[in-house]
């Protein structure tokens, strides 16, 4: 019998109504009595200093309303903070009794609003983890599947929380879209397998390499101008046109020793590449140059006239002095870029060799990345790398493509799909081949029975194929191929619960799903054969065999995902091309592409470091060595390191350098491009690397902003903003970590000053930016980065601050434990789930806390192994 329904009319105000009708247990006595004698005097409801009436603090700390206000009071006392150093301490002995009946009070409140459902809620794989799903199961690791899908949430500063994973009917038709693209990626675009092939392209017969020869309207300066090279020398009456570019297929010796020469970086209008090349398909691909460095004579001085030695003269090619490195992108018109890889080209011509996956269409475009980039300005711009006797260049002779290269025939994502069945020359240019079936629907069941099985996660249920085998039968019959037929039963199952989204019942995980989780953690994709075997026998919850399997999905090349994924979120390095350095404040940086990704390499360089060497968790913050190339060297100050290729560095005594704190890519996250702010700066650490983050602004309280005139220093400027009493808490626990990094600009690059526009009355500093242009800033006034840290201890420099942060060694491991659990498992460290980091931390404590058994712990841990 159907029971009946209350009307929602009548629902509505009872739902509201009851929290209400319960009345909130009172807080027990020797709580409230130890908050009266040592914090009430301060947190009443006449002081209420930050904003805090204590007073008002009846309920019991199991009451939700009054649960995360006691966490709050709990921290507070348990960090030493509160009560305040010039203020009566209690005794040892009362303060621990008082935190142990409360954080007992709070963890079990805790465990009671979890309700037996587990920490981690229910959701659905983000769109990083679905693009290596699918990659992973089709074999085909170049396809761009999270292009197609929405931006996905965050929720405690990463994207694996349900909380903000979820899904809408919009996210379920671009799904859609995106499995059947890739589904179609993989299909066999032959039948027969295609010949190896080896094809040379000649810079000579580029037309974006040899029309920047010719002077136009848009360019009219030796700088943004090609040269020819014949051999190792200049040839004038080609640059002239009174001879031919090239002497063409005619002579193949000489036309390999015909190249194209550059002493500008690739930007418009001077972009070469490799344009006669387009990848005909996506797939693995061997790209070879070659290339050398030249150096180009200086302009000869007319009599009368003002000395141009920073003007090139093309006529006068040199051999060179130095490598210079190349940067080697993709390019998909207009101008979109993907990063394929980097080499160093020598005085003396050689071949240099990458071997990469490519997208159909897309086209090679080379950098000589160390090079200048003319901007248009008010004066002519000046090569700073130029010097009186002559300047840089990069010859480029050509480039030979092998590929696209096949392990196997039909690949193995076609095989998948469709097993042996015969294949179909396409009816039109471009089209895919037809798949042959003479029994459809028996060859559907079949395939779809092995798709299942590697698809799902867990054993396919008896009569699982039933559910997909009519979407085949609904696109046959309305005129669809076989092959489309397929793919549209292939695309429902890529877009089903089983594979879009995470079963995870409460308790402990079942081999399943902790061999999904640990995939997920390590690899950000599902697991491959050997660990779900594993989690189907049930042995990967055996100690020994999970840890055995944590480190050999860390040994895989596929745990880079896991680190690039972790240190975007935890780091926020995926912002680091949000803002560009200020063109006018920051012009040595402005337009610098090999700056910025050598900084990125050198934070993933970094931590793959700590983590294959186990390095004490205290590397975090300091170390003596970084992960280094030419250019950060540079940057930093710090000897000299030869060519493009990051490595591992020894520091000299005393470097500010080593650990994330002072690296370049850290500090241009922790920037906007024009200014640094201490504010932003040391809540980033303070949350980041402590765990400790500091509690919003107040709406009513506006923003600093830097003073970029230079009449003001920012420290200044928080003195006055420190004057008002509902400010003066937070930013006495800030600003003193965002104080020690103000010694470091918006790239990283240290300062004893700060940079300000010219003015009326100042003269610029001396030097050329990126872009040519004389510098258009002046310092100002000097940089404090002194400050007293929390305990009352005092630094003068970014040196003494990272000490500062060294006496507590556990606190550093206890975030980095909570970062991992919450990237992890898609849940926060709950207060109910501390005594369990705890643990952790006991367990690696001998070690100094290393960053892998750290992630070992994590691992092991009830957290990582429970719902």
């Known amino acids: 019998m159907r029971r009946p329904r209350l009307p929602a009319r009548l629902l509505l105000p009872l739902a509201f ?29 006449v002081e209420r200093k930050g904003d805090l009436d204590l007073t008002a603090l009846g309920a019991a700390p199991a009451r939700p309303a009054a649960f995360d206000l006691w966490v709050r009071v709990h921290d507070r006392v348990a960090s030493g903070e509160m009560p305040p150093r010039d203020q009566a301490r209690p005794p040892a002995a009362e303060r621990a ?283 002519r711009w000046q090569n700073p790398l130029a010097e009186r006797d002559g300047q840089p ?55 779809l029975e092995g798709f299942l099985a590697r698809a799902y996660r867990r054993t396919v249920p008896p009569g699982e194929v039933d559910r997909f085998l009519p979407v085949f039968d609904h696109t046959l019959g309305a005129g669809g191929s076989f092959t489309d037929a397929l793919v549209a039963a292939y695309t429902a199952v890529l877009c089903s619960p089983e594979f879009l989204g995470l079963a995870e019942s409460p308790g402990e995980l079942d081999g399943p799903a902790l061999a999904t989780r640990l995939a997920l953690f390590l690899w950000n994709s599902v697991p491959d054969a050997e660990l779900r075997a594993l989690g189907e026998s049930g042995r990967l919850r055996e100690d020994a065999v999970l840890r055995a ?39 040595d940086y402005y337009l610098d592409d090999l700056l910025v990704e050598s900084a990125l390499g050198e934070s993933r360089g970094y931590f793959q470091e700590l983590l294959d060497r186990d390095l004490p968790v205290r590397h975090v913050v300091d170390a003596d060595f970084a992960v280094l190339n030419e250019k950060l060297a540079e940057h930093y100050g710090l000897p000299a390191v030869p060519g493009v290729a990051l490595r591992r560095v020894s520091l000299p005594p005393g470097s500010v350098r080593g650990g994330f704190l002072t690296q370049a890519a850290v500090l241009k996250v922790t920037a906007n491009g024009t200014t640094t702010s201490p504010v932003l700066r040391g809540a980033w650490v303070m949350e980041r690397l402590l765990g400790r983050p500091p509690p919003p602004p107040p709406p009513s309280v506006p923003a600093v902003e830097p003073d970029i005139r230079g009449a003001a220093t920012i420290r200044q400027q928080l003195e006055q903003h420190r004057a008002q009493e509902s400010c003066a808490g937070c930013h006495a626990r800030i600003d003193p970590a965002g104080f020690a990094l103000e010694a470091f600009d918006v790239v990283g690059g240290a300062r004893d000053r700060y940079r300000a526009l010219v003015a009326p009355g100042t003269a610029p500093q001396a030097g050329l930016g990126r872009g040519g242009q004389k510098f258009a800033f002046h310092l100002a006034l000097p940089v404090d980065a002194t400050g007293e840290w929390l305990d009352g201890s005092r630094f003068v420099d970014v040196r003494e601050f990272k000490r500062v942060l060294l006496r507590d060694e556990d606190q550093l491991a206890r975030n980095l434990a909570g970062q ?48």
């Open 549 to 587: 399997q944590t480190d050999r999905l860390l040994a895989d090349p596929r745990a880079q995902r896991f680190r690039d994924a972790f240190l975007d979120y935890w780091l926020d390095l995926r912002k680091i091309g949000a803002t560009s350095p200020d063109e006018l404040l920051y012009p």
């Open 820 to 867: 991992l659990v919450t990237y992890a498992t898609g849940a926060p460290v709950r207060f109910s789930d501390r005594a369990e980091v705890e643990a952790m931390l006991a367990r690696t404590r001998a070690g100094g806390h290393g960053v892998r058994s750290l992630l070992h712990a994590v691992v092991q841990s009830r957290l990582f192994r429970h719902k």
């Open 17 to 45: 109504a009851l929290p209400c009708a319960l009345p909130a247990a009172p807080a027990p006595a020797d709580l409230r009595g130890f908050l009266e004698a040592h914090c009430a005097r301060c947190h009443d409801d």
């Open 393 to 447: 260049g990069v010859v480029f002779r050509w480039l030979e493509v092998e590929g696209p290269l096949h392990d196997t025939w039909p690949a193995a994502g076609h095989r998948l799909l469709f097993g042996d069945l015969p294949l179909r020359a396409p009816a039109r240019p471009g089209a895919r081949v037809e798949v042959i079936s003479a029994a459809p629907r028996a060859d559907a069941r079949r395939l």
């Open 97 to 379: 009794a008082f935190l142990g009946q409360l954080s007992g009070q709070l963890a079990a409140a805790d465990r009671a609003k979890l309700g037996g459902e587990g920490r981690s809620t229910r959701r659905r794989l983000n769109r990083h983890e679905y693009e290596h799903a699918v990659r992973d199961l089709l074999g085909a690791p170049w396809l761009q599947v999270k292009e197609w899908l929405p931006e996905d949430g965050e929720a405690h500063r990463f994207n694996k929380s349900g909380e903000a994973l979820d899904v809408s009917h919009v996210q379920l038709a671009r799904y859609l879209a995106a499995a059947e693209y890739a589904l179609r990626e993989v299909i066999a675009p032959s039948v027969e397998r295609p010949a190896p092939a080896v094809t040379r392209h000649h810079a000579r017969d580029q037309r974006s390499f040899t029309g920047p020869m010719k002077f136009t309207v848009m360019n009219t300066a030796p700088e943004r101008a090609t040269f020819p090279v014949l051999g190792l020398a200049a040839q004038p009456e080609v640059r002239a046109g009174r001879a031919p570019v090239t002497v063409g297929p005619a002579d193949p010796a000489v036309r390999d020793l015909e190249g194209v020469g550059v002493v500008a970086s690739a930007y418009e209008p001077l972009e070469p590449k490799f344009i006669q090349f387009k990848a005909p398909v996506s797939g693995r691909y061997r790209l070879r140059f070659q290339a050398f460095s030249v150096w180009v004579g200086p302009t000869k001085p007319v009599p009368n006239r003002p000395d141009r030695w920073f003007i090139p003269d093309l006529d006068d090619v040199q051999p060179g002095r130095r490598s210079e490195p190349v940067t080697v992108y993709a390019e998909t018109p207009p101008r979109q870029l993907r990063r394929l890889g980097a080499f160093d080209v020598e005085p003396t011509p050689a071949t240099r060799e990458l071997d990469t996956w490519l997208l159909a269409g897309e086209t090679i475009r080379p950098d000589a990345a160390r090079f200048f980039r003319s901007r248009p300005g008010a004066g």
